[in-house]
């Protein structure tokens, strides 16, 4: 019997207990779950995608059947490579699903032999953004409730609080 197998990309800048929950949900579902870290300049990241790769390997360390690395083409060029046809996006608020509709229609457009699966993370982690951790992280709050510590660590080193 084949692997199920399925592709969770994002740019995870940086990596939030919500992300490590979808993956944990992922895990239920699929034999293997590779989360696949974005390098996306758009985005302009806080950290490289070495250190968020290094940051989600720490954090999914244990974890049976996860791998992480990166990819730096098209996530539907990426994911046929790989020879996947299942991507994992998180879905938080109603706000991302617009976004979120948008790629998967465009993805479909592309190659339309990959499925899009959308999954919500705990409630506790449904409002919680990498954008949002970054913002309050400037200002030196206790982030303790989002992102592992060592995560909290590297953020308090990258604005000096």
Known sequence: MAKKRAVYPGTFDPVTYGHIDLINRARKIFDEVIVAVADNAVKNPLFTKDERIDMLKQSTRGLKGVTVEGFDELMVDYVQRKNINVVIRGLRMLSDFEYEF??????????????????MPKESYSFVSSKLIKEVALWGANLSQFVPPFVETKLRKAFKK
Do not use: S, V
Not at 103 to 116: G, P, Q, S, V, Y
């Open 102 to 119: 948008q790629m998967a229609l465009t993805n479909r457009k592309l190659n339309d032999n990959i499925e899009i699966i959308f999954m």
